[in-house]
């Protein structure tokens, strides 16, 4: 070998081995660049008035550095470089400030225009998902009035989100948006914006939404799997699930999947071929793309939203929950236990974020064509099992053929309201009177309210009572005498006794809503029976 050739071999090796330590410095690096969920991300809000949390992964044992406001923390991070820093109460603050994370020393992280306010959870189905551009006319409304650089709205997609573990992180669709000067107001929960707007200006601060509604969901999408054991039947749901799975085939289902969907994309070349509008597309080849890890649609699979949208959100300090869900359990065995299913709800979202007392407030569903009595009742009876939350009563609205009523300020002002009232110790009214009890003699029935210190209004005509006589339900005389309706058979009937009373149990009652309580707030329908009857506390 050449000297010449020598040297070349040599500067050859040299240049690799730099290369290489390039490469892996970089790597390093890397490795070692702060990370945090996505929740912590710019345009954020804190949690006021409670520790807050922030939390992510480094370098494995590093320093790890967090300064916020006049706060400074630092922590080092395990052994997998996981860390979590821990701030001291805050008080509310719309001088928009960034926290810097730092690592061993240098910057590597900024979340830029973070504000210290209220921050509430959007939870249940498609009517609280269901957004301000669903809704043109209010929409143009909002935009008109609207410039609230202090709400703030965490957005996350995932219609067919599914895991059977808790993830630590939710999607890439999850972001804070800001909601000033028009922007973004379009992809914002209308129920959500409504009840941020009435806060804010209320409390003179800045109010975050973190949504995690989605459409056509059932509770037991938002249940913890350790929670499947507090009833019967979410055990059995459970049990069924399981054995369902174990003779799950993915590849033959993706197979049918895929052969209905080139069905379908025949049937539209055919119709456009004839000149005719495309077949609308079938609910399950639209919703329902089969998953390798789950046998059931995404809509109903065990805690499947839970872990993908809830879970991811765990240590993350908010003030509480609104909950708009129950068309999804308004039928067969989950409306029997949906009581009990509720209440697993709460308890799985509770021990989420860590308090055992988190406010938790949900909407008493609207008017619409439907069988919706016994769940509205059913969600009346939830005050009795679920403490420190609160039921909106939403009988008064509705459309009768669409089950996405576009007008949500009734159900945001109201929701707003009873935060206020619950929550925050405001002297307003915002609690629906309820059944006390039904008192029967023979032919009389004498129901008596709970009006939370207001009269009763009635407008109009006292409608919407029923009573059962000799097993059928009919209209009957009815009579406001204060805080009780007095029924009695209708002029003409034969004696006979009353069994049970209900009160717009129709699926479309609104026309038929009378009583109110002397702020606009209608009494909430019921059923209630002489045999066995369930009085709300």
């Known amino acids: 070998m050449t000297f010449l050739n020598f040297f070349k071999m040599k500067t050859t090796i040299l240049k690799s081995i730099a290369t290489l330590l390039v490469a892996v410095s970089m790597a390093a690096a890397a490795y070692a660049k702060i990370s945090t969920p996505r929740i912590f991300s710019d345009n954020m809000i804190l949690q006021r008035d409670m520790p ?16 916020f406001g006049n706060q400074n923390v630092s922590v080092k991070s395990d052994g997998w470089g996981f860390w979590t820093a821990t701030f001291a109460p805050m008080p509310a603050c719309k001088t928009p400030r960034d926290i810097v994370i730092s690592e061993n020393g240098s910057i590597s992280k900024t979340i830029r225009d973070v ?29 008109a009035r609207a410039d609230y650089p ?11 989100d599914y895991s059977n573990g808790p993830k630590s992180d939710v999607n890439d669709s999850g972001k804070w948006l800001t909601l000033s000067k028009g922007a973004n107001f379009g992809v914002c929960s209308a129920v959500g914006f409504l009840f941020a707007e009435i806060l804010s200006k209320d409390l003179d601060m800045p109010v975050g939404l973190i949504q995690t509604a989605v459409g056509g969901t059932s509770m037991t999408a938002w249940i913890s799997k350790n929670n499947f054991e507090c009833s019967d039947y979410l055990k059995k749901f459970k049990a069924d699930y399981n054995a369902a799975m174990a003779k799950y085939d993915y590849n033959k289902a993706i197979a049918d999947w895929n052969s209905q969907n080139e069905a379908y994309k025949k049937a539209c ?55 708009y869900q129950g068309e999804a359990d308004a039928q067969g065995d989950s409306l029997k236990n949906f009581r009990s299913t509720f209440s697993a709800v709460v308890k799985s979202w509770r021990e989420n974020f860590g308090k055992k007392d988190m406010p938790f407030f949900w909407v008493q569903l609207p008017s619409f064509n439907s069988n919706w009595g016994d769940v509205r ?9 679920i403490k420190n939350g609160g039921m909106v009563c939403s009988i008064d609205t509705g459309e009768k053929n ?32 309820i059944v006390n009890r039904v008192e029967y003699e023979g032919n009389v029935a004498d129901v008596y309210f ?16 029923e009573i059962k006589v000799g097993g059928k339900w ?30 717009l149990y129709a699926g479309w009652s609104a026309p038929d809503v009378s009583l109110f309580d002397t702020e606009g707030i209608p009494v909430a329908p019921f059923i209630s029976d002489r045999a066995n009857s369930t009085p709300v506390k």
């Open 377 to 385: 009742m059913a969600q009346m009876l939830c005050l009795n099992d």
């Open 450 to 465: 709970n009006t939370f210190g207001k009269a009763l209004v009635q407008k109009g005509d006292l409608k919407g009572f």
């Open 402 to 433: 669409d089950i996405h009523p576009k007008d949500k300020a009734p159900v945001a002002t109201r929701m707003a309201n009873l935060v206020l009232q619950k929550v925050y110790g405001k002297n307003v009214n915002a609690v629906a009177p």
């Open 474 to 503: 009919i209209k009957p005389q009815a009579e406001l005498m204060g805080f009780r309706a007095r029924l009695t058979l209708p002029k003409g009937t034969p004696a006979n006794t009353i069994d049970g009373v209900r009160y």
């Open 269 to 323: 070349a055919e119709a456009k071929k004839a000149g005719k509008p495309a077949p609308e597309m079938p609910f399950k080849l639209r919703y329902c793309k089969p998953n390798p890890e789950t046998c059931y649609d995404t809509f109903r699979s065990p805690s499947g939203h839970f872990n993908t949208k809830v879970a991811p959100l765990g240590k993350f300090g908010v003030r509480g929950v609104l909950w």
């Open 150 to 160: 202090q709400i703030r709205y965490f957005r996350q997609y995932g219609l067919m």
């Open 115 to 143: 504000l210290v306010g209220e921050v509430w959870v959007l939870g249940g189905q498609s009517n609280m998902e269901w957004t301000l551009s669903g809704s043109p006319k209010l929409l143009n409304d909002v935009k």
């Open 52 to 67: 807050v949390k922030i939390w992510g992964t480094a370098d494995p044992n590093a320093m790890v550095n967090v300064d």
